[in-house]
């Protein structure tokens, strides 16, 4: 199984995607987990551009992007079937996963879009209170707005390609933890 979660920082994607993953057997593989892995190991280009958005609270570019989700998806673990969180994040991010997996033979059973506001992602990404490899805070209001700016300009088509393709599952992520998870676990049993 193939489940992608979706929505803007803040949101509980990788709360409800680490539970989802974990009762399915299925691997978690989270956007923001591998830019740190690469910042935190990797002492290559690769490695520079991922401690630098860091650093800046930006994503990391899209080409970029791709090279680090192209090597993680041909490793042996997630051949039978993944949890997605936070990629992809744009109209040209959710392209280069779809050519991906058609090269595959695979294809995407979910994705679960958790709706929040933007009050409510900044309110708990403030609260998280996330530091960078280096030991400096994250998130500042600032930083977080400007994040969930670049998110915006690419909600919509991303949505409308998965609901296209009949996948999409809308989820009001306002909800209890235990509650969200209900919802996705109904959906995933049908």
Not at 31 to 54: N, P, Q
Not at 108 to 116: P, Q
Not at 130 to 139: A, E, I, S, T, V
Request: hydrophobic share 35%; proline share 4%.
């Amino acid at each position: 199984m193939y489940i992608i979660f979706y929505g803007p920082e803040g949101s509980g994607k990788s709360t409800q995607a680490k539970q989802t993953a974990e009762v399915l057997g299925l691997p978690y593989l989270g956007s923001g987990d591998l830019v740190r892995k690469y910042a935190a190991s990797d002492s290559g280009i690769m490695g520079d551009i991922c401690r630098e958005s860091l650093a800046k609270g930006h994503y990391v570019p899209d080409s970029e992007m791709f090279v680090l989700w192209k090597n993680r998806l041909k490793e042996p673990d997630v051949q039978e079937g993944w949890v997605l969180d936070g990629f992809p994040r744009n109209p040209s991010q959710a392209d280069f996963l779809e050519d991906k997996l058609d090269k595959y033979g695979k294809k995407i059973d979910y994705v679960f879009y958790l709706d929040v506001s933007e009050e409510e992602s900044i309110k708990r990404l403030l609260k998280r209170g996330r530091r960078n490899p280096d030991g400096k805070l994250h998130d500042t209001p600032d930083k977080i707005k400007e994040r969930l700016k670049l998110y915006k300009k690419g909600e919509e088509a991303v949505l409308e390609l998965y609901k296209d393709k009949g996948v999409l599952r809308h989820i009001n992520g306002e909800q209890s933890i235990e509650a969200i998870f209900k919802e996705i676990m109904e959906v995933i049993k049908k």
